[in-house]
């Protein structure tokens, strides 16, 4: 199976604050023949469903704000929010989905000063 | 609009089985992959199972592998998920979500509790 470690598991910030968090892959999620990263970002408010942000570890949903953003590739990737909305108080979950079982990382929980 | 209603979740004795189902609307049903995932309270999410748009590919994680099974039919734009032996560690929010490949849509879940 491969694991999704994501750091850290939690952080506060204040609003207008620009954060990151990280989420590291047991193996490569890049598909040689496509060139994809099958990495995907979520956000869970409290008492909601999850929300796909962004797939192939940088492509933004629809509707999703430009303050989100996603990077990275191979093993290694990042969602930045680059100025931190009262909203974005939220649990945030990668999943690979290059492999079955899909497995997510264990989260990291934001919370706003 | 893209809905998921999942419904069939409630209070089961250990051992015992429960049906789920989630019915879709909004898009073309027999067009994409569906996933259950589930989430134990106040833990984070787990992967359950997948069917394919035909039925053709199905996936189970193996915590559920031999009791549980995933089905769809695409005439009722519906998934299910039999659930059998449920045990403690069962218990959860159970969610359908569609899956062109990551989860683009979710339903808003239904709880799953097993205890005696």
């Known amino acids: 199976d491969i694991v999704m470690t994501q750091t850290p598991s939690s952080q506060a910030v204040s609003a207008g604050e620009k954060v990151t968090m990280s989420c590291k892959s047991s193996?490569?999620?890049?598909?040689?023949?496509?060139?994809?990263?099958?990495l995907a970002w979520y956000q869970q408010k409290p008492g909601q469903s999850p929300k796909l942000l962004i797939s192939?570890?940088?492509t933004r949903e629809s509707g999703v704000p430009d303050r989100f953003i996603g990077s990275g590739s191979g093993t290694d990737f990042t969602l930045t929010i680059s100025s931190v909305q009262a909203e974005d108080l939220a649990v945030y979950y990668c999943?690979?989905?290059?492999?079955?079982?899909?497995?997510f990382g264990s989260g990291t929980k934001l919370e706003i000063k | 609009e893209v809905q998921l209603v999942e419904s069939g979740g409630g209070l089961v004795q250990p051992g015992r089985s429960l049906k789920l189902s989630c019915v879709a609307s909004g898009f073309t049903f027999s067009n994409y992959g569906m996933n259950w995932i589930r989430q134990a309270p106040g833990k984070g999410l787990e992967w359950v199972a997948y069917i394919s748009s035909g039925s053709s590919y199905i996936y189970y994680a193996e915590t559920v592998k031999g009791r549980f099974t995933i089905s769809r039919d695409n005439a009722k734009n519906t998934l299910y998920l039999q659930m059998t032996s449920l045990r403690s560690e069962d218990t959860a929010l159970y969610y359908c979500a569609r899956s062109p490949g990551s989860s683009d849509y979710w339903g808003q879940g239904v709880m799953v509790t097993v205890s005696s």
């Open positions: 192939w570890a940088s």
């Open positions: 193996q490569s999620l890049l598909y040689s023949e496509n060139k994809k990263n099958y």
């Open positions: 999943e690979q989905y290059y492999d079955t079982p899909l497995t």
